[in-house]
């Protein structure tokens, strides 16, 4: 009997975040500036559209040593940035279930997502992962508590949601890249 495994990684590293890098974010001028129903905040402050300008440099040269590691264990060479934006919560604000898409790409084998915590308290709401195909089908989750300069790299089509905060502190860089 052969027995096979279907697995999908979650990479976890800890950043040093100088705090005028957070100071910066806070300060930016968000723009398209969202507010749902549960109080999220979410701003897409640039995309594909706005890619050279000052904060995707920030953001490369923050994450650059944690991605470069990630190329090297999933035998890629290079990593392009996407989407980022930034999410601040406030006191019970959560963001359900979701998985993320690269638009107009078929194939998600290479596209990863990533959640940087700049701001938390233990009272922040953390992040769980479930296994794919959920919610239609459970076989197990995984949470993981926020904690400043955390790090969380995942596959974009795996289903996650940011749990409820109890507090207003929770404040995260996010984002979708591309693996080559």
């Known amino acids: 009997m052969k027995k096979l495994n279907l697995t999908q990684h979650i990479f976890l590293d800890q950043i040093k975040i100088n705090q005028e890098i957070i100071n910066y974010f806070k300060k930016t001028h968000l ?10 905040e979410t701003s897409l402050y640039f995309s594909q559209v706005a890619m050279q300008n000052k904060i995707l440099s920030m953001v490369s040269s923050l994450l650059e040593p944690s991605f470069g590691r990630i190329c090297k264990e999933l035998n890629f060479s290079s990593v ?5 934006w930034l999410q601040k919560y406030k006191l019970a604000s959560n963001h359900d279930v979701h998985v993320h898409k690269i638009k107009n790409d078929k194939t998600q084998i290479n596209n990863y997502s990533f959640n940087l915590y700049l701001e938390c308290t233990k009272k922040s709401g953390g992040t769980t992962f479930f296994n794919l195909g959920y919610p239609y089908v459970y076989l197990n989750q995984i949470n993981i ?36």
Not at 80 to 84: E, G, P, R, S
């Open 31 to 40: 723009v398209n500036k969202q507010v749902d129903d549960n109080g999220l």
């Open 80 to 84: 392009k940035f996407k989407d980022v």
């Open 145 to 180: 508590k926020p904690e400043v300069g955390k790090l969380i790299v995942f596959l974009g089509c795996l289903p996650h949601t940011a749990n409820p905060s109890k507090d207003n502190k929770k404040f995260i860089l996010a984002g979708n890249v591309e693996f080559k």
